[in-house]
């Protein structure tokens, strides 16, 4: 499976008691399969991995693999504040089936770069699987500088990739490229896709990120890299209304779950407390704009 | 002057060699007047208040109100981490002439919510003068919660307009107008307006922001205004890929400058180091979403 | 078992390998029994929870109730960004025979203090226990003022500890104390009793905090109790020197873990990947600093 | 003027009425001057520079300048936001006859190394004078690796002092030597000198600090320097007691103003608002902290 093109992020579906959803995980990613993604991934902040248990964290696991059944790639969350168990969690992705594991910086005050280094490297010789690196500070709490990130993929060859989440992307794409010289990477853009095409522009691979639409995604890239640029930019800015509501801080992760909700995958809505849950404007401002991109974001 | 509908917050323009140039800066604001907003905002963190000395702070004030000559209002930002820099700024403002102050709270360690209410009381009993409530949580540091912004409008009659940046603005919005009860508030957006329908259809009185097109800006709100919903939603969904294009963290000052030297009242897109340039894919994706608005964002 | 006193913040212990030290740990405990705290507090920052998996969390726990025997108070932490999960973690601690559990507000952007009570408040309706609230601020990365914490102690009744860890701790301890007015609440000390003597005189009840000396702490909270101040206070600053060298930032839990290796209780003083391990000048410091405390340390 | 051995940071006084109070600042240097020290800072984070005005800044430096009359080092905080700015207040500072300037990364969302370099390499270019680098990532908002500092102090021969106040200092010292090679450079201890003893046996120059006692810092870094370590280890800690209460982060400012009025040399302990004044239990405690370093801590 190839790191490249759109890796749709999946949310992890709960009942509206709470429990795991798995007959929603399956609809989500058949959905995504059937959009024409290249991977999916599970684990992600997106799917609320930090509100998991570590028998849920790999029942998720479980079911992707199984559902995914080899059709498209399978991209596994397995960040930790600690070496020893982000390489647990790296096994177990790499024993079910993962294509690859995504990895943030760990977590902990008066982190450095000598240390986050260590980090991918310990893990790296001690897993066999592609990584890809998850450039995200306000999760994380640490800014990758592009010279630190092109000294990871040149020291840790399975390190080539990244989900690359600090701002303003487009222009770090360039200097990551510009860094990493001869050693050649492949830069996601994430964000939920509001710098999509711009990121292109400056050289990304595609998009990994959650947006609930994944099938304008698709089309987007495949538009831009067939060279029709114009007929690319022109369906993302007709979609960009409605990724930058998609994408707000603080309740992103629910208008996702309402959208998918809404298109019949998801049973229920419901993201575990104490993520904010959506109120009646919000409800209202999401009917409006899925309407007007509905009616005018896939003219092309 | 009324606090409401469309302030556009101004840039402060530099020659080439960094100094400022005034003449630049009277013509931006003519061509906000233009535009049909219904203020101007000096001295904002859009204004690189930051990397201007106090004589140059005046300096701005005087031409802007003097250029401004009556025809519209007039807000000074005014933010400082002491008390009484911030009321003799305030002073100053208010000697010039200005309609209104715009004020963060104070920058420093420890800070909490006493201190902040006192540090808006101690300024409103030294300065008679309408002043604007700046929650911009990565710049003042801290991040006031809608009971806290109410506190504040309740407690000091002049403190009854809030500057909102602290996403999700629209579901803040919301929270606030319920927080405040039966005292009555203005919220503008900010944010380079990339959310300025739901702010709007939240309760928000209009926007205040340097986005580089405030005419956009000014027939979204009318419109909105007008109950004309469905069309301001229409030309704002049309216009959010340049306002998130513009709002990028980091180089936004700089695509606005970029901007209005194409539209030819900035003689130069300068800013002040260490503030980044445009990088050559910037500027070519820059052409493309302008181009794109332009086509297709004033259809309505 | 009262919540009062001097609790100790238990390290966790690992081999050289890394795994779980069992043996190591029950040394800890009948060092710190036998040392005449009150309690000990499990699965702290300094426990290095965050690098424990589900399993290894519930076998420390497991292993400390045995070990404590109903000697003394036993705090569980059970923190987490999940209210559910948090909610399992606890239950498993009163489960297993923990007196109290201990929690931070979870970790999430844009969280608020209408999310943080539900948090509290969810959590108490569901598991019948003592919550100790910690407010550590840099680990939680929220803010709760003394009003925040006054409501929770108001309005959930088994929510009346805290361990109060955002300096300026004596002036904080104050500063609740008098938001608290009729409702009691216990306050403990954190930060490594470098303010402990101050707390006290504050109001606070004790120390919770893992310094490697408790023997130290029990006698300066004796002779405070039993109103010898002078005599309590010349105890304290004579111990300081090494409660501040201990308490370094990034260091912290590795000099601990150094000291309870040399005090034959730790077989290896070994931390997890990421954290620090210490230098030779770091460690050279620690002698120093140690024989100065055994000399002059224990006079009064 | 050496830049090493002890340098005492200076407040800046005020009156009851806040107003700069020269006379009291005068009788600040001249106990200064005779606690021996080699030299004063004015206008760093403690001497409240946030909360003074242009003019006041250049009031500040010209009567420090003239009232050390070359009798001990001055160094002038020149840190802005701007590079603009910072050279001019740089500028000034040289003029007015400093020694040094003393300049933080500026702060600015999205400070990367290269634009912090290059801020540095400005100054350098525009301004003959020594430089110190203060890293202090609280106030700057970014954290300078060891690495960093070492590409600064090998590409700008002036930039070769560093004031360094992120902790573990005393690691971090080791780390920046060992980073620094052949380029020889200078690192002063800061945080109140809480560290000092520790920072020296790392190989610090001394310390730079605000600490109100600075003859106690003076007989320290003699007795190191002069071979005579336990003697130096010993008046150390027996002084921490006080460094520590002193160096409380929120009121730090207010503390060592109020020890200075007590010494008899400022007229009002007062700090500029927002800054915390002392409540009454703090200030028992700087009584009782203060009487046991009297009687104990100057018996070496």
Same sequence: chains 1, 2, 3, 4.
Wanted: with cysteine; net charge negative; charged share 25%.
């Amino acid at each position: 499976m190839q790191l490249e093109g759109v890796y749709s992020v999946l949310p992890t579906p709960f009942t509206a008691a709470g429990e795991l959803d798995e007959e929603s995980l399956r609809r989500v990613i058949d959905l995504f399969v059937t959009a024409g993604v290249d991977g999916v991934t599970a684990l992600g902040v997106t799917g609320e991995v930090a509100r998991l248990d570590d028998s849920e964290r790999r029942r998720v696991l479980d079911v992707v693999v199984q559902q995914v059944n080899g059709r498209i790639g399978v991209v596994a969350g397995t960040t930790s504040e600690g070496t020893r168990t982000c390489i647990a969690y790296s096994r177990y992705a790499r024993e079910t089936g993962a294509t690859a594991v995504m990895v943030s910086p760990p977590r902990m005050p008066k982190l450095n770069s000598e240390a986050v280094v260590r980090h991918y490297k310990t893990l790296a010789d001690a897993v066999d699987i592609e990584i890809v690196v998850q450039d995200y500070p306000p999760i994380s709490g640490f800014a990758m500088e592009p010279s630190l990130l092109a000294r990871i993929a040149t020291e840790i060859p399975t390190a080539r990739t990244i989900k690359l989440e600090d701002p303003p992307t487009p222009v770090k794409t360039s200097r990551i490229l510009e860094a990493c010289g001869d050693t050649e990477v492949r830069i996601f853009g994430g964000l939920g896709a509001v710098f999509l095409l711009e990121e292109l522009l400056a050289g990304a691979t595609g998009a990994m990120t959650g947006f609930a639409f994944p099938e304008i995604l698709v089309r987007i890239v495949s538009l831009f890299r067939a060279g029709r640029v114009d007929e690319a930019a022109d369906l993302f800015y007709r979609a960009v209304p409605l990724m930058r509501f998609e994408f707000q801080e603080g309740i992103g992760m629910a208008i996702r779950k309402e959208v998918l909700h809404r298109r019949g995958v998801l049973t229920s809505a419901a993201t575990r407390p104490p993520a904010a849950s959506l109120d009646v404007p919000t409800r209202e401002a999401l009917d409006r704009v899925m309407k007007w991109v509905e009616a005018n974001g896939s003219r092309t």
